[in-house]
């Protein structure tokens, strides 16, 4: 994938690749008549990533501003940094095992946008590790503020990653969806 186009720096995707984005508007998706249960369960899927890390931002927020003690704060984040990451990755891997082939085997112009899709994949997933190791530093060392900066900054990493890679991937895959009909990939 050319660094053109890398997720940490780039604002949005070409229209040579989102090459059925202008045709199908983001505001009339839900309204097509091919818009059916796939294309509303992946932006579900997406809505709870989005929730799940904006979750696990605000418990580290609490606790490095007082609202949590160093007694509850492993309570709360412990399991709200795994349900994230646990899905996360859940998802990552089905998009690109069952998925994104199916995409690709729709069109030979998807082929760029996929690649795209899956380069963001192990962006994220480098970033996921990196938060894992910095909330396990974190865990360890709980009165150390450096720690907490270092996992804060992890984690805002991963979550601006990650929301640039959903908005993107949906305007590739739901106009996909909505120009083939969604049985061609499900
Ligand atoms: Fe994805
Ligand atoms: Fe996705």
């Known amino acids: 994938m050319s660094e053109a186009f890398a997720l940490g720096t780039r604002d949005g995707i070409p229209d040579d690749i989102a090459y059925l984005r202008a045709r199908y508007p983001q505001g009339d998706w839900a309204a097509h008549v091919n818009f059916g249960q796939l294309c509303d369960f992946w932006l579900h899927v997406h809505r709870s990533l989005r929730s799940e890390g904006a979750a696990v931002e605000a418990i580290i927020a609490d606790f490095r501003e007082g609202r ?3 007694r509850a704060f492993p ?9 994230f990451l646990g899905h996360l990755d859940g998802h990552h891997r089905i998009e690109d095992a069952v998925y994104f082939p199916k995409f690709r085997a729709l069109d030979p112009r998807m082929a760029r946008g996929f690649d795209l899709l899956e380069a963001d994949h192990h962006a994220i997933h480098d970033a996921l590790e990196t938060t894992v190791a910095s909330a396990r530093g974190l865990l360890a060392s709980l009165t150390d503020p450096r720690a907490a900066d270092t996992h804060a900054a992890a984690a805002t990493t991963l979550t601006r990653l990650l929301l640039r890679h959903l908005g993107d991937e949906e305007e590739l895959v739901i106009p996909a969806m909505l120009e083939h009909g969604e049985r061609r990939v499900g």
Do not use: E, T
């Open 68 to 70: 949590l003690d160093a």
């Open 75 to 83: 309570q709360r984040f412990v399991p709200a940094l795994n349900q």
